[in-house]
T-cell receptor, first 113, second 119 residues
């Protein structure tokens, strides 16, 4: 079945550092890929998405490119802020049309001033 | 953009009582909603798929008599935790399926979650 693997956290960075959170997936067909963010005490929010190979999703300075050849969707940001501290979930939606999501385990990001 | 409202955001109840959590899509109709459970420091676990006008589809290992789901309208799904016990304490999150206007892709919008504590 479908699966998503994320790098384990926590990832601890200083403000303005470069961020990469790795995400790889296993799925049949052509899934859609997502990054969700969960701030402390809140539910999930969609951060960005990509629906086909080579698409780049971007939002709030975060980017991720759908790489089918490496089955990856790594999240990047050039300069993190303290307010980016949260848990980030990579997820995929299967290509069958049934849009339930398969989540990775989440990666906690801690940014210090 | 699409908004999903979840209520209550937190609830404390005594063991043996039942608790109802509502999930509403505020500005779109959702024929399908999903209920997730999140354990501390873990990812989301899909509990069930709620389909408007029909019975919910439960994931393996989820007790349907314990977690009652009703999807009576296109904008409302409810999860009732019956005879709650301390082990049911968790963060419950719903999501509703919407169609992205530009790409036509299915996108899930999540509620803010409901934290249940059973004493």
């Amino acid at each position: 079945g479908d699966s998503v693997t994320q790098m384990e956290g926590p990832v601890t960075l200083s403000e303005e550092a470069f961020l990469t959170i790795n995400c790889t997936y296993t799925a049949t067909g052509y899934p859609s890929l997502f990054w969700y963010v969960q701030y402390p005490g809140e539910g999930l929010q969609l951060l960005l998405k990509a629906t086909k190979a080579d698409d780049k999703g971007s939002n709030k300075g975060f980017e991720a490119t759908y790489r089918k050849e490496t089955t990856s969707f790594h999240l990047e940001k050039g300069s993190v802020q303290v307010s980016d501290s949260a848990v980030y979930f990579c997820a995929l939606s299967g290509s069958s049309g049934y849009s339930t999501l398969t989540f990775g385990k989440g990666t906690m990001l801690l940014v210090s001033p | 953009g699409a908004v999903v409202s979840q209520h209550p955001s937190w609830v404390i109840c005594k063991s043996g009582t039942s608790v109802k959590i509502e999930c509403r899509s505020l500005d779109f109709q959702a024929t399908t909603m999903f209920w997730y459970r999140q354990f501390p420091k873990q990812s989301l676990m899909l509990m069930a798929t709620s389909n408007e006008g029909s019975k919910a589809t439960y994931e393996q290992g989820v007790e349907k008599d314990k977690f009652l789901i009703n999807h009576a309208s296109l904008t409302l799904s409810t999860l009732t935790v019956t005879s709650a016990h301390p082990e049911d304490s968790s963060f419950y999150i719903c999501s509703a399926r919407d169609i992205d206007g530009l790409s036509g892709a299915n996108v899930l919008t999540f509620g803010a979650g409901s934290r249940l504590t059973v004493l």
